[in-house]
């Protein structure tokens, strides 16, 4: 086993809405104790670094610092990317590929050259096919370059979940694989509510029935969510930053821990060459090794689905 750091890095890399609030909640959390800015924007990621170091006095201790020049990335344990066009109303995360790409093109070998042995995690969407893209260009091994992939989403599932079964999020254990985005499934298959099977939950008394009438809701429930708070707000950024910060103090602790990140797939239930979410054991060493999990053929068959559908864009992209 890896031993945890005595001292840890985090570089943030983009000081917007997913930034600044995962550069919030790693604090608030403790997760490193140096957090590092970096935006184009010098006067905002500027701005930035000062509001969060005015609540120094609250959160565990921790240097913040920001810059416009990716020196202030030097040396990071771990790099979170989460620069890129943002999604629009109505736009899918499938349509801001380009502009993403590009920038990944434009912005991963510099901070290779400051970052030389950091774990990358790709945040910036659509994030299967960016995850994919920045493995390529950066030429470093696949498990150190992952996406935040369907951490999140299965998040979403698992509260939902709760709520409709009336029972504490943490005694529900359900993952959302595939895409992150409009193809993703849910493994119903494999899910657990207090240990005991989801497809053989009996309802509380008082409760709604889980059958695949609610299941189907729950499931389509979790794909538009995110277009909702888009929507109403403009930007998903809370969830997101705490989902993160999560998968970032898995990396920093060496956790073990399983997360649905989106990894390389190669011959994973006879998919291959593309990059998806299913359960993964996250640690310092990246996303290493995936888990198998159980699928039923329904299931399969939409994970493949949702491959066909990442990889054929990605290859419009050249990759």
Request: glycine share 10%; net charge negative.
């Amino acid at each position: 086993m890896t031993e945890t750091r005595s001292t840890t890095k985090l570089a943030v890399v983009g000081a917007g809405a997913v930034g600044a609030t995962l550069a919030y909640a790693s604090l608030a959390r403790g997760t490193a104790r140096n957090v590092a800015l970096l935006d184009v924007n010098k006067a905002k990621v500027e701005a930035e670094v000062l509001d969060l170091r005015h609540g120094g006095m609250f959160v565990p201790q921790a240097e913040v610092h920001g810059s416009d020049d990716v020196e202030v990335c030097r040396g990071a344990d771990v790099v979170v990317v989460t620069a890129g066009a943002k999604q629009k109303p109505g736009q899918s995360r499938l349509d801001l590929a380009e502009a993403t790409i590009g920038l990944t093109r434009a912005i991963l070998p510099g901070l290779v050259e400051v970052a030389p042995d950091a774990i990358y995690i790709m945040v910036t969407n659509p994030v299967d096919v960016v995850t994919y893209a920045a493995q390529q260009i950066s030429g470093l091994p696949h498990e150190r370059v992952f996406g935040s992939g369907t951490v999140l989403d299965s998040s979403r599932l698992r509260a939902a979940l709760a709520e409709h079964c009336g029972v504490a999020t943490g005694n529900v254990h359900a993952y959302i694989a595939g895409e992150h985005g409009d193809s993703e499934i849910a493994l119903w298959d494999s899910a657990r509510i207090a240990g005991v099977p989801l497809l053989e939950w009996t309802a509380l008394p008082g409760r709604p029935p889980l059958d695949d009438v609610a299941r189907e809701t729950i499931a389509r429930d979790v794909v538009e969510s995110a277009y909702r708070v888009i929507a109403g707000k403009g930007a998903t950024n809370y969830a997101v930053g705490l989902a993160v910060t999560r998968i970032v103090e898995a990396v920093l602790n060496d956790e073990h821990r399983v997360m649905p990140v989106s990894t390389r797939l190669e011959g994973f239930r006879g998919i291959s060459d593309v990059c998806l979410s299913v359960p993964t054991l996250v640690d310092a060493r990246g996303a290493t090794t995936t888990v198998a999990t159980p699928l039923s053929d329904v299931e399969l068959a939409g994970l493949r689905a949702s491959a066909d559908h990442v990889r054929a864009v990605q290859r419009r992209f050249g990759f």
